[in-house]
């Protein structure tokens, strides 16, 4: 048995546990220009401060050959599966399945809607396409887990407050012991990002734990 050095206290890794890193939506609809988290007026620049932390963790997870978890958000062409709540939601830019400047904003396949080159999945990585914030919402995510005997999860990812924390409760919920990994996670707005990290580890760890990079690191390296 090992441990991460977390808050609220120190995450247990038990010998028998199956740990998988899960990397949200790195995509360049969020982190680029012409995407849609430019489109809605954000400064995108929040979230590419992260990409080396991320990095780092997937080339040191992947090495030690923990499975690795890819979403991102995407809607079908057809947009049959972005409910009018979502797609008429935000005022005067561009809206999901618009034409912005990589191809159409949110939709399955198109340029921006790809995962960062730094992060690129390989073959063997689980991506999961979700239409929602959630990445258990409309998706195989839960099945997949319970196949795989994965039982702790290493959250990373954009943004913040909205997908990341969305998955996080999500998983806490159908029993998956969760750990945010802090400096891998960003929000357009720093102090979001704050609030949602004080309020997932808050009363005893209601959510889960939250931890540095360096931490994870550190203890997976141990527990191989
Ligand atoms: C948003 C996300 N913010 N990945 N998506 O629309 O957090």
């Known amino acids: 048995m090992t441990a991460i050095a977390a808050k609220p206290y120190d995450y247990p890794l038990p010998s028998q546990t199956k740990v998988a890193l899960v990397i949200i939506d790195m995509q360049r609809d969020f982190l680029e220009l012409g995407g849609f988290g430019d489109a809605l007026g954000n400064d ?25 978890i890819h979403t991102i958000e995407a809607h079908a062409p057809d ?29 399955v396949g198109e340029e921006g809607n790809n995962i960062i080159p730094e992060l690129t999945p390989l073959d063997n990585e689980i991506v999961i396409v979700k239409p929602g914030k959630g990445a258990f919402c409309r998706t195989k995510l839960e099945e997949i887990l319970q196949k795989e005997q994965i039982t702790h999860l290493l959250i990373t ?9 969305t998955t996080m409760r999500e998983a806490n919920d159908r029993g998956y012991e969760c750990l945010l ?44």
Do not use: H
């Open 44 to 68: 995108v620049t929040q979230l590419q401060s992260i990409v080396p932390t991320v990095k780092k963790l997937l080339e040191t997870l992947r090495s030690l050959n923990f499975p690795i």
């Open 79 to 107: 947009l049959s599966d972005c409910p009018p709540s979502k797609l008429n939601r935000g005022e005067g830019g561009l809206k999901i399945g618009d034409r912005g400047a990589m191809g159409r904003i949110l939709i």
């Open 157 to 165: 990812g954009v943004t913040t407050e909205v997908c990341v924390q």
């Open 181 to 224: 990994i802090e400096d891998a996670t960003a929000s357009y707005f720093p102090e979001f990002k704050a609030s949602t990290i004080e309020m997932l580890r808050a009363q005893g760890g209601i959510i889960g734990w939250t931890a540095d990079a360096d931490a994870v690191i550190s203890a997976v390296t141990q527990k191989e």
